[in-house]
């Protein structure tokens, strides 16, 4: 976080600046107080947003595209609907809280198919339950 400068009486600092402007959006602010409610769910919304750019960073770096928010849903719900995946997901979000290293994530990005039908594949030599 950057530091607090203060020029005549206004504080200039850029998160503060970026959390009022977030925190004043309609849209935001029912997501959060739909969902930012305990700490666990703090933390499940910190997963889904970890592996909501993961899977963006993905499909930009495969296709040069921006993902479509009907694919994207699509994607989120087959990485939790499939065991192996959500497993997978929840193992490497232990890395997710420590890091935004994407090449940390390379295995589990190989997992997603932008194919259709939207699938998930899975390497056979992977042998997670």
């Known amino acids: 976080m950057d530091l607090v400068e ?12 970026d959390l009022v402007t977030i925190m004043s959006n309609p849209q935001f602010r029912h997501f959060y107080n739909a969902y930012f409610t305990d700490w666990n769910e703090i933390e499940s919304m910190v997963f889904f947003m970890k592996l909501y750019s993961t899977i963006e960073y993905e499909y930009q770096q495969r296709f040069n595209l ?16 499939n065991s192996v995946t959500r497993r997978y997901a929840i ?13 940390k ?25």
């Open 6 to 17: 203060k020029k005549d009486n206004d504080v200039q600092n850029p998160f503060f600046k």
């Open 91 to 103: 193992d490497l979000f232990q890395e997710f809280k420590s890091t935004v290293d994407y090449n």
């Open 66 to 81: 921006t993902i479509s928010e009907k694919e994207m849903t699509s994607i989120l719900a087959n990485v939790m609907q």
């Open 105 to 129: 994530t390379k295995q589990f990005r190989s997992l997603l198919a932008f194919n259709e039908p939207l699938a998930i594949t899975l390497p056979k030599s992977d042998a997670r339950p």
